[in-house]
């Protein structure tokens, strides 16, 4: 039976949204556009999209000091939408933005702006690539095996990660030592990470019970340049089966 996606972002510019929702025709399932929770119930799965708007901080309980662009209504939806995502169990994708959305659902906070975002930040949609390191017996580790190669176009990330979310991929900057990235990959399998270092962003996690994963990185910029990265079938692909 063929699956029905909600991707649930704006339709603007930067075509983060359309781009979802390509993917997944791509992949052989339906989607459409909406952030309207009355349309939840027409979907099998949600997907959360990256958009240049940022999260509000009041949130997470802190004032608003890294973020130029915000839309509350659009943070009211997509924290609707994603409780009644969790209340019926149905897989959701977070993207970018849509990642850093589930974490702060789930109680956790975010880095409003990166001291590292040189890294990480690309202009409009032309996106940086960098290497990230797979934390063992996770998802994205299953997938991909120990590094893979991702994009990046983000100022923001996951700053403190709540208990029910489990790491699954981080990027560490060129001062982290390999045998510091070792020890960290360790804590994160053990559960043991709460906050990050900025020097240390998480960019996938998992939740430990419910079929939600998230991914600072854009799957579906990469079907368009496969020959620069990871795979980005793989985990589209594994989304569609959850």
Not at 37 to 51: E, I, R, T, Y
Not at 142 to 160: D, K, M, P, W
Request: glycine share 6%; with cysteine; hydrophobic share 40%.
């Amino acid at each position: 039976m063929e699956r029905t996606i909600m991707i649930a972002g704006e339709q603007d510019q930067y075509h983060f949204s359309q781009g979802c929702a390509e993917a997944i025709a791509e992949l052989g399932a339906k989607a459409f556009i909406s952030y309207n929770p009355a349309d939840f119930d027409k979907c099998d799965a949600v997907l959360l999209p990256g958009s240049w708007t940022g999260i509000n901080a009041r949130l997470w309980g802190e004032e608003n000091v890294g973020c130029d662009i915000l839309d509350d209504h659009l943070d009211a939806c997509q924290t609707e939408i994603l409780q009644k995502a969790a209340a019926a169990a149905k897989p959701v994708l977070g993207i970018c933005r849509g990642f850093q959305m589930i974490n702060v659902f789930f109680g956790g906070s975010l880095y409003q702006e990166l001291h590292h975002k040189d890294h990480h930040k690309g202009e409009h949609i032309q996106e940086k690539y960098h290497d990230t390191a797979c934390v063992p017996d996770t998802l994205l580790y299953n997938l991909y095996g120990e590094r893979l190669c991702t994009n990046s176009i983000h100022y923001q990330a996951v700053r403190a990660i709540p208990s029910c979310l489990q790491i699954a991929q981080v990027w560490f900057s060129p001062q982290v030592t390999e045998e510091e990235q070792v020890h960290f990959l360790r804590l994160c399998q053990e559960g043991a990470i709460t906050e990050t270092p900025s020097d240390c962003i998480i960019e996938a996690a998992v939740h430990e019970s419910l079929p939600i994963v998230g991914l600072q990185w854009h799957p579906e910029i990469l079907l368009k340049n496969p020959a620069h990265a990871a795979d980005a079938k793989k985990i589209l692909r594994r989304f569609l089966e959850l």
